[in-house]
């Protein structure tokens, strides 16, 4: 699925919930619980993303010009917002990722039930994604 | 202090005064139940901040027009209730500020600067805000003096032997809250302050959970400074006082320098106002100070007895609810408390659960509180706190209750 498609599947999925705020924070958590955990031993201070007032860990590695996330969070809520970022955006390639617009946090109102601190804590982890990205983008242009 | 005589609060006479309390969130009632961080205001505030910029707005003190000399008026008035409201002995003992935090900071800083020496020890406790923290780890840093803390006990009460083991001839200063904010636990601060004085000690009291909650006898207490949060007892933000002992002020240098603090100024040297204007350098926050007297006359009115009152049995029933619900772990159970409740719920974030039961519109507080070294005490991260005020209600705390019992279910 392309990003795009992907985040059409999303704002699909939350227009179900009729803008239920309830609901809505119960799904997202739902979305985290089914996120597998990390590893205890990669809770560490250097995968914290930084920016979020929950700690949120973050790894990535590189396939065949594919990037893959892991994350995790000690809180639910926000292991549900990073679970729709790791959607979204594994499988695709760094340059996809750096050029990607993301509209689907707009679409599906996001900030009305998340609230400013946690939309910070939110483009935190997008930015780190696409840290992510462009490192490994300019690692391959050194090798080659 | 004329109080009425106990009796049962009328709450929808009560709730009516109240217009932010009438509003919708996120589809629900406003449950409002972070009244720690800030309560709400009565009409009668609002009314007043209003009136008071379209009918007597001027700089205070200085003018000679008549807008001037009812803007100062109505700003020494409030000096004056506040002097009742404690019990101050001199009216001059009541210093304006921009609130608890503003005013021990002024206490630390301009007692600490002339007499706090190297070797000294300033005694805290272990239940402080960080601004009954920071502004004496600030002058014992500058002065090399040295913090002491007074330990308490898993149900958070201060332990006082441990305390009267930590008094000196060395003990400067003793800065306690009244009341914590984190806990709720009211300290027994008469012989505490009693204590600090058998060894020359001066004693600060944080009282910005207490002003709106107990009674205050700064006389009585024999307190040295009482700090109080005007944001906290109905009244506008950005405004508190400093009461200090009289002795005390007027040995103290300024705290700031500028206008109004001033007698004479010349460019070799200034001779300073005398007190209270020695300390509120500057134009002052007159609107809301105006507006903090109706604050306390809201709070005179219905009598602090029965706002206690109404307030120690919202907490026992808030206590009873909460620790029913499985997983809930209640934090502060002191025998003596205000109405502040603290609590976790093992395996589940206190963000997650004030981000739930915001979408019923019930406003908690989550965090730290800004008390850290106190969630370390207890070994955790940050807690949901519900605090109550005069305008809540059980049906309240039942839909406290009831949202935290979905979400132990939701997530357990």
Not at chain 2, 16 to 44: M, S
């Amino acid at each position: 699925m392309s990003i795009p498609q992907t985040q059409d599947a999303i704002i699909d999925e939350f227009s179900l919930l009729d803008g239920d705020m309830e609901m809505t924070v119960f799904y997202i958590m739902e979305l985290g619980q089914k996120l597998p955990d990390i590893k205890e031993s990669d809770r560490t201070e250097d995968n914290i993303v930084k920016g979020c007032q929950s700690k949120v860990w973050m790894m990535a590695r590189l396939e065949n010009d594919k990037i893959y996330f892991e994350a995790d969070s000690n809180t639910a809520i926000t292991k549900g917002l990073v679970s729709l970022l790791i959607r979204i955006f594994n499988g695709q390639s760094p340059d996809v990722i750096l050029n990607a617009d993301l509209y689907f946090m707009k679409k599906i109102g996001m900030e009305r039930f998340i609230g400013t601190q946690r939309s910070n804590g939110f483009a935190a982890m997008i930015k780190q994604m696409k840290f992510y990205a462009l490192a490994f983008k300019t690692q391959k242009e050194i090798a080659s | 202090m004329n109080t009425p005589a106990a009796i049962e609060l009328n709450l929808e006479k009560i709730r009516k005064q109240f217009p932010v309390l009438h509003q919708q969130v996120n589809g629900n009632p406003l449950v409002y139940l972070d009244n720690a961080a800030t309560n709400q205001k009565p009409k009668r505030v609002i009314d007043a901040l209003t009136r008071y910029y379209e009918h007597d707005n001027a700089n205070i003190h200085r003018g000679i027009h008549t807008l001037a000399e009812r803007a100062t008026k109505a700003y020494e008035e409030t000096r004056h209730t506040m002097q009742r409201f404690i019990n101050a002995k001199h009216v001059e003992e009541i210093i304006f500020t921009r609130g608890v935090t503003e005013s021990i900071n002024l206490g630390s800083s301009s007692y600490g600067r002339a007499f706090v020496k190297a070797g000294d020890e300033i005694i805290i406790s272990g239940m402080e805000h960080h601004s009954n923290i920071v502004p004496w780890q600030l002058i014992c840093e500058e002065k090399g003096a040295i913090i002491k803390v007074i330990p308490l006990s898993e149900v958070g009460e201060l332990d006082l032997d441990a305390y009267q083991k930590l008094l000196s001839g060395k003990t400067k200063v003793v800065a306690v809250n009244h009341a914590s904010n984190s806990l709720g636990s009211i300290n027994p601060i008469k012989e505490i302050i009693d204590l600090a004085h058998q060894v020359g000690a001066v004693v600060l009291i944080d009282g910005a959970q207490s002003s709106a909650h107990l009674p205050i006898d700064v006389q009585a207490l024999d307190c040295d400074f009482y700090c109080i949060s005007s944001h906290k007892m109905y009244g506008p933000t950005g405004t508190g006082i400093l009461y200090g002992k009289k002795e005390l002020l007027e040995k103290m240098p300024p705290y700031m320098g500028g206008g109004e603090m001033i007698k004479d100024v010349t460019f070799e040297k200034t001779t300073y106002n005398d007190l209270p204007y020695k300390f509120e350098a500057g134009t002052p926050n007159i609107a809301d100070v105006v507006a903090l007297n109706e604050a306390i006359l809201f709070i005179n009115e219905l009598g602090k007895e029965n706002i206690a009152n109404h307030e120690a049995e919202l907490l026992s029933y808030a206590a009873k609810k909460l620790s029913s619900i499985p997983s809930v772990r209640l934090i502060g159970t002191a025998r003596e408390k205000v109405s502040v409740q603290l609590f976790v719920i093992d395996g589940i974030h206190h963000f997650d659960i004030g981000q739930m039961l915001d979408t019923r519109g019930i406003a908690v507080r989550t965090g730290h509180h800004c008390t850290q070294p106190l969630m370390e005490r207890y070994g955790i991260e940050g807690t949901v706190r519900a605090s109550f005020s005069v305008y809540n209600t059980k049906e309240e705390i039942d839909l406290l209750a009831e949202g935290v019992e979905r979400i132990v279910k939701f997530l357990k």
